[in-house]
């Protein structure tokens, strides 16, 4: 029995067909599905599919690419395209990359199931004596290391594509693909990283990333299935070097960033632990974990998040007086804790950054100075000035993309309002309409529209059917064909998920 995963981006198609074919009675198992070509490559890792079933166009990761990957990594697996899109270079790329049907939507059930039969049989004759042909990997060994070194880099600046990164990875030997990530950031004095003792304990972090940044920084990316898992691994690691450290010449910092469930997210676990490194400096029995810090003394991360995301940057100077409370000069124990809520907020604020799409590195490097100064003050009116000066640097950010994507979505809206009759616009299409690149688009829309690309072009083409239906006698296929769906069954499922009753009982309720 062959097993099958499906990948679209769309809830409606992907129900459609997992519920209209009889799988085991057709002699398949449908094993799984998954939204978009980056989140399924760990289920086709896990699940091993004989056939994979993909859209073409889909956010974050498209057909093509996942297409590519699994070719690569998995040559038995047989790819069939589900396209919306009779371009010749579509179907002339997935020629090249050797995939095994390309199909024009829409595809009823029946149609499908033939395709998916057709295939079946070409396995059955390969595992009966066609042997499949292995791809031989020649690798570049003078500069693996450069190569792994520039990788690390790329992923915690968030530098480099998901698909990129994947290639990059698995022409070094590293198969980066995994449920979940962790950063683990290491300040350690030179003439130390060859002790045995240290050199024992990296040894035990298993699937890895490391990079070494100076002279005395090392960055370790993980990877792991459970999150539980990795985040006790990187806990139990961070412990352990810390109970080393009298055998050292040198103290050592340890910061660890959270678990993150995205390739493009490495680079927000890295900040959280580069800030949660310079909170170390002032706890020196133990590391600072990004899972300890989010409500010390009542403080929660999200109140800074929640205020650079809807506050009015003329609260900015009365927010930072209410983060930071009480007058006077601190003493010890104190100045740790109230350094320990600047960092973080430089923490929130990096990470309101990257989700909004924005340059983490570069609002890194512009706060180096007040960092430092953070590190040495003394004083909370000074501390709250700081507090000012990191939140006014997030409400800037804020103010810019504002401007820029607001005339965006303006622009993208209008060009839905205005071609969504037309069955051949996508995430893609729009995007270059706005000249963004669709990933980026996608999280654009999403943020500055308060929904998806999909369900605001669903919602724009119900609304026009529901007027249609109102105004004029046209039946339902041809309504359909008028609001860009060429499948009229399609069309009348979409229809009735959204408003809950069928076109027919709509007209009649007038």
């Keep these: ?37 980056e989140m399924a490559l760990p289920l086709i890792e896990r699940l091993s599919p004989d056939i994979l079933i993909t859209d073409i166009k889909m956010p974050f990761m498209d057909g093509l690419q996942l297409s590519r990957i699994v070719k690569e990594k998995m040559p038995g697996v047989r790819i069939v395209i589900l396209s919306g899109h009779d371009e010749f270079s579509y179907a002339r790329e997935a020629l090249r990359i050797g995939v095994e049907e390309y199909c024009l939507k829409p595809i009823n059930a029946t149609e499908l199931l033939d395709i998916l039969k057709k295939v079946s049989d070409k396995i059955d004759l390969d595992r009966h004596g066609i042997k499949e042909n292995e791809l031989l990997r020649l690798q570049a060994k003078a500069n693996l290391d450069v190569l792994k070194d520039q990788l690390v880099t790329d992923l915690i600046f968030g530098s480099i594509s998901t698909s990129e990164a994947i290639q990059a990875a698995e022409g070094l030997g590293f198969p980066i693909i995994a449920n979940h990530y962790m950063v683990i950031v290491l300040e350690l004095a030179p003439q130390d990283e060859n002790h045995p003792l240290f050199l024992d304990l990296t040894g035990e972090l298993g699937d890895h990333l490391r990079v070494k940044r100076n002279k005395k920084e090392h960055v370790w990316i993980l990877k792991g299935d459970q999150a539980g898992v990795l985040e006790k691994r990187a806990l139990q690691l961070a412990r352990n070097f810390k109970h080393m450290e009298d055998k050292l010449s040198c103290p050592l910092y340890a910061g660890i960033g959270s678990v993150r469930d995205r390739i493009q997210e490495i680079a927000v676990s890295f900040a959280e632990a580069e ?13 600072a974990i990004y899972r300890d810090t989010p409500g010390v003394g009542g403080h929660d991360r999200n109140k800074v998040t929640n205020f650079l995301k809807v506050g009015d940057s003329s609260q900015i100077e009365r927010f930072a007086r209410e983060y930071i409370q009480d007058g006077g000069e601190l003493d010890g124990t104190q100045q740790y804790y109230w350094h320990y809520l600047i960092l973080d907020m430089i923490a929130a604020v990096t990470q309101f950054i990257h989700e909004s799409g924005g340059d983490v590195k570069s609002f890194l490097l512009q706060l180096e100075s007040v960092e430092e100064a953070v590190l040495i003050s003394n004083s909370l009116e000074e501390l709250r000035a700081y507090a000012i000066a990191i939140l006014s640097f997030g409400f800037k950010y804020r103010e810019q993309i504002t401007d820029k994507y607001g005339e965006l979505l303006i622009k993208a809206k209008d060009y839905i309002d205005r071609n969504y009759d037309n069955a051949e616009i996508s995430l893609n299409v729009v995007a270059a309409y706005v000249n963004v690149s669709p990933n980026h688009f996608s999280g654009i829309f999403s943020q500055a529209a308060g929904q998806t690309f999909i369900d605001y072009l669903i919602k724009t083409r119900i609304n026009k059917a529901k007027e249609l239906l109102k105004m004029t006698s046209a039946r339902s296929y041809e309504i359909a064909a008028m609001v860009g769906y060429n499948d009229p069954h399609y069309f009348n499922a979409v229809f009735k998920k959204v408003t809950g009753v069928t076109t027919k009982v709509f007209r009649q309720q007038g």
Aim: net charge neutral.
């Design 275 to 287: 800030q949660n490194k310079s909170y170390h400096h002032f706890l020196k029995n133990r590391p």
């Design 1 to 37: 029995m062959k097993k099958v995963l499906l990948v679209d981006d769309e809830v409606l198609v992907r129900e459609g067909i997992r519920d209209r074919i009889q799988w085991e009675k057709e002699g398949f198992h449908y094993c799984g599905d998954a939204p978009d070509g």
